[in-house]
């Protein structure tokens, strides 16, 4: 399901990994239809199926990474620290299973899919960096212009 604005607003700000990968996949399911397609046309159905598995792998390693840290970070700073380098590694060995896993698949061509994954990794995190707070006083992100307009004019 995929979250609204105001699901998004309401999550907690202690927890802003929730926050920013929940926006980084919305933008992910934004531009997945034109990737597919784009894939689809170049590689034909076996390079759309290829380039959605892809999109799938990246967008599940983006949960599974805010959901390490978000768990980490309610234990200790050490533990998180643990969990980014851990669960770094730890998602490379699941990406490379799930990839492995395809490969002698008919319907799974390696070079959309390598160039799916490299490219929405890389693609992904920066767009979302544009949105990304770089305060403590924010963290996640950026706080809506517009929205801290209209809560300061009811003060």
Avoid: C
Avoid at 65 to 70: H, I, V
Avoid at 113 to 129: C, D, N, Q
Wanted: positive net charge; aromatic residues 8%.
């Amino acid at each position: 399901m995929i979250a609204s604005n105001k699901d998004l607003t309401e999550l907690k700000s202690s927890e802003p990994e929730r926050l920013i990968v929940a926006d980084l996949v919305k933008r992910g399911l934004k531009i997945a239809p034109i990737w597919i397609l784009l894939a689809g046309l170049i590689w034909g159905f076996d390079g759309a199926a290829s380039a959605a598995y892809g999109l799938a792998l990246v967008l599940a390693n983006f949960v599974m990474a805010a959901a390490f840290l978000t768990w980490a970070g309610r234990i200790s700073p050490a533990v998180l620290m643990a969990a980014a380098l851990g669960g770094f590694i730890f998602r490379l060995i699941i990406l490379t299973i799930a990839v492995v896993a395809v490969r002698n698949l008919s319907m799974f061509l390696p070079v959309p899919l390598g160039i799916t994954i490299i490219v929405s990794h890389l693609g992904l995190l920066t767009w979302e960096t544009r949105y990304v707070s770089l305060s403590l006083a924010h963290p996640g992100l950026v706080p809506d212009a517009s929205k801290r307009m209209k809560g300061q004019e009811k003060k």
